[in-house]
């Protein structure tokens, strides 16, 4: 029976050397969530799991998190706030291991980015908090609207972050697989 071989810390950084340019102004994700998704997809793998199963995981655990937001019960949001750093740490795990196993496929893709539905409603989710829960805001009542402001922007936050995104996916598309330069982006844009 043949034992089988784990890729190293380094090979798991290494597979990832292609996103750090990509990732060079994401703070949070640069310092914080690559580092420790690093770490864990080293023992995730030696654990047997999937990219897979741990996105499934991911949006269980971001699923869970965006209920204890919305909920009434304020001990609950620091509880959500820590599965949402959850959420974001399972995130860049999954990736991970499809990267370093050499196992990325399209059902990956899908269920990636399926589960990336809770980055998609985030802001949403911090109008519905601070309608519920207007004590912890600094501002209880702008310009007079009181709560329902706060879902207002919410809504509105997570429509423009919604867009752009878009907006990102159809740039990457037309730089990435059409084979297009920076300087015929005008010209495709206008096509559209």
Same mark, same amino acid.
């Given at each position: 029976?043949?034992?089988?071989?784990y890729?190293?810390?380094?090979?798991?950084?290494?597979?990832?050397?292609?996103?750090?340019?990509?990732?060079?102004?994401?703070?949070?994700?640069?310092?914080?969530?690559r580092?420790?998704? *690093?770490?864990? &997809?080293?023992?995730?793998?030696?654990?047997?799991?999937?990219?897979?199963?741990?996105?499934?995981?991911?949006?269980?655990?971001?699923?869970?998190? @965006?209920?204890?937001?919305?909920?009434?019960?304020?001990?609950?949001?620091?509880?959500?706030?820590? #599965?949402?750093?959850?959420?974001?740490? #399972?995130?860049?795990?999954?990736?991970?291991?499809?990267?370093? +196993?050499?196992?990325?496929?399209?059902?990956?893709?899908?269920?990636?980015?399926?589960?990336?539905?809770?980055?998609?409603?985030?802001?949403?989710?911090?109008?519905? +908090?601070?309608?519920?829960?207007?004590?912890?805001?600094?501002? @209880?009542?702008?310009?007079?609207y009181?709560?329902? *402001?706060?879902?207002?922007?919410?809504?509105? &936050?997570?429509?423009?972050?919604?867009? #752009?995104?878009?907006?990102?996916?159809?740039?990457?598309? +037309?730089l990435? +697989?059409?084979g297009?330069?920076?300087?015929?982006?005008?010209?495709?844009?206008?096509?559209?």
């Amino acid at each position: 029976m043949a034992i089988p071989t784990y890729p190293t810390l380094q090979d798991i950084q290494d597979a990832h050397a292609w996103k750090r340019e990509y990732e060079r102004y994401l703070l949070l994700s640069r310092f914080v969530f690559r580092p420790l998704g *690093f770490l864990l &997809t080293w023992f995730v793998i030696r654990l047997g799991l999937t990219s897979e199963a741990v996105s499934w995981l991911s949006g269980l655990v971001g699923l869970v998190g @965006c209920l204890c937001l919305i909920s009434s019960q304020g001990q609950l949001l620091p509880i959500g706030i820590g #599965l949402l750093f959850f959420f974001n740490l #399972l995130d860049c795990v999954d990736g991970s291991i499809a990267r370093t +196993m050499k196992t990325e496929n399209s059902y990956g893709r899908f269920l990636d980015a399926i589960m990336g539905w809770i980055d998609m409603g985030f802001w949403a989710l911090i109008g519905i +908090m601070a309608y519920r829960h207007p004590r912890l805001l600094y501002l @209880c009542d702008p310009m007079g609207y009181g709560p329902i *402001f706060w879902l207002a922007v919410g809504g509105l &936050t997570c429509y423009f972050y919604n867009l #752009l995104g878009y907006i990102e996916r159809l740039l990457i598309n +037309m730089l990435g +697989m059409g084979g297009i330069t920076l300087e015929e982006i005008p010209s495709q844009i206008q096509g559209i």
